[in-house]
């Protein structure tokens, strides 16, 4: 199975501050990754894939970047509904594995 | 709008058997692939299983294997999840998430709402 490691697990910061959130695949997977967004009590929510491209709908402060073994997702300006938990998501080969995910607090 | 709205979770002795529904709209369902991802209290997502548009295809996660089983009844615009031989550690929120296919790589683009299933004497 392909493990998927996200960093940090926990990151603060404020309004209006950049953040990266980091994933990296056991194996190679090209550009097969999603991001998803996940607030308390709610479903996830599909901001990236594969890779890069932008989900329809999602602000264009979230982008995403990387290939092979390694992708970042970068949220810009951040904004208070942003201040949820992010997973990664490999979707090269089965089974599907998400990353442990990371919680984005507000500081 | 897409729509998937799961029921039949609950409280199931370990042993036990439930079965999980998800009832889809807004899209032509026959044409997606489904899939089940489910997420313990505090934890991560684990992908569970998945069904291709046909039914022709499924795939489980090994924890699962043997004892799950996805189905699909287009005619009804519904997928399901049978679940037989509960453990305490299938204890989890269940979400029924639609595909979105890229070159055979598959991810989520549309999730329910989730069903709690408790798995405990």
């Known amino acids: 199975d392909i493990q998927m490691t996200q960093s940090p697990s926990s990151v603060s910061a404020s309004v209006g501050d950049r953040v990266n959130i980091t994933c990296r695949a056991s194996?190679?997977?090209?550009?097969?990754l999603a991001w998803y967004q996940q607030e308390p009590g709610k479903a996830p929510k599909l901001l990236i894939y594969?890779?890069?491209t932008l989900q329809s709908g999602v602000p264009s402060r979230f982008s995403g970047s990387g290939s092979g073994t390694d992708f970042t997702l970068t949220i810009g300006d951040l904004q208070p509904e942003d201040f949820a938990t992010y997973y990664c998501?490999?979707?090269?080969?089965?089974?599907?594995?998400f990353g442990q995910g990371t919680r984005l607090e507000i500081k | 709008e897409v729509q998937l709205v799961e029921s039949g979770g609950g409280l199931v002795q370990p042993g036990g058997s439930l079965r999980l529904s998800c009832a889809a709209s807004?899209?032509?369902?026959?044409?997606?692939?489904m899939n089940w991802v489910r997420q313990a209290p505090g934890k991560g997502l684990e992908w569970v299983s998945y069904?291709?548009?046909?039914?022709?295809?499924?795939s489980y996660a090994n924890s699962v294997k043997g004892r799950f089983t996805i189905s699909r009844d287009n005619a009804k615009n519904s997928l399901y999840l049978q679940m037989n031989s509960l453990r305490a550690e299938d204890t989890a929120i269940y979400y029924c998430?639609?595909?979105?296919?890229?070159?055979?790589?598959?991810?989520?683009?549309?999730w329910g709402q989730g069903k709690l299933v408790t798995v405990s004497s």
């Open positions: 998430a639609r595909a979105r296919k890229i070159s055979g790589s598959y991810f989520f683009d549309y």
């Open positions: 807004g899209f032509t369902f026959s044409g997606f692939s």
């Open positions: 069904i291709t548009s046909s039914g022709s295809t499924i």
């Open positions: 194996q190679g997977i090209s550009s097969w």
């Open positions: 594969p890779a890069s």
């Open positions: 998501q490999q979707a090269n080969s089965l089974p599907i594995t």
